[in-house]
């Protein structure tokens, strides 16, 4: 395997009350439990939808890209249920950055579980890939929970995407440098 390729391995990373993890065919049920709590027409199409048809195409896709560059998947299991996930993309090779996405079920909010999890992911990013420069993160507007998480994580506000769609509130871009991270 060549070292571009081994870098993309999903990771499992352990923290005090969570294990982030590669997703496995037998997180079926656990993943249309959260997924049916976030219509793709509102929070976007990562999840590619909730119905059974849905998320089995979004499971076997997502095992199958492990280990290939640009997006990853993980879950996030909390006291040893699957309860979200969190992403990661590469979207500009130049400076080296990558989008960070994730989704819980709607009953694990409030819990700082998703501030845990993507913690540990941004250490990951930083460590595993030494020459990433950002990392990036939209939220709708109405998403006051989200805006503070990335706020919490360091995160600034860099601008605001507008949606044409009719009832869109689009969405703030948030941007994390490598020497924010560090501080």
């Known amino acids: 395997m060549d070292k571009l390729s081994s870098a993309w391995l999903p990771p499992t990373l352990r923290t005090e009350r969570l294990v982030i993890r590669p997703f496995t065919a037998t997180d079926f049920?656990?993943?249309?439990?959260?997924?049916?709590?976030?219509?793709?027409?509102?929070?976007?199409?990562?999840?590619?939808?909730?119905?059974?048809?849905?998320a089995a195409r979004y499971l076997v896709?997502?095992?199958?890209?492990?280990?290939?560059?640009?997006?990853?998947?993980?879950?996030?299991?909390?006291?040893?249920?699957?309860?979200?996930?969190?992403?990661?993309?590469?979207?500009?090779?130049?400076p080296p950055t990558m989008e960070l996405g994730w989704v819980l079920h709607p009953a694990m909010a409030g819990k700082g579980l998703a501030r845990e999890a993507n913690g540990a992911l941004l250490g990951w990013l930083f460590e595993r890939f030494p020459e990433l420069s950002r990392v990036e993160a939209r939220v709708r507007v109405s998403d006051a929970n989200g805006v503070r998480l990335l706020e919490k994580l360091g995160f600034i506000r860099e601008g605001s995407i507008r949606h044409e769609r009719s009832g869109a509130d689009g969405a703030l871009q948030y941007g994390l440098l490598r020497s924010e991270w560090l501080k």
């Open 29 to 54: 049920a656990a993943f249309r439990a959260y997924a049916e709590g976030q219509p793709a027409t509102e929070y976007g199409s990562w999840l590619g939808g909730a119905s059974p048809s849905d």
């Open 61 to 94: 896709d997502t095992i199958a890209r492990y280990g290939r560059p640009p997006r990853t998947d993980l879950g996030i299991c909390f006291e040893g249920q699957l309860i979200g996930g969190v992403a990661f993309h590469q979207v500009w090779l130049s």
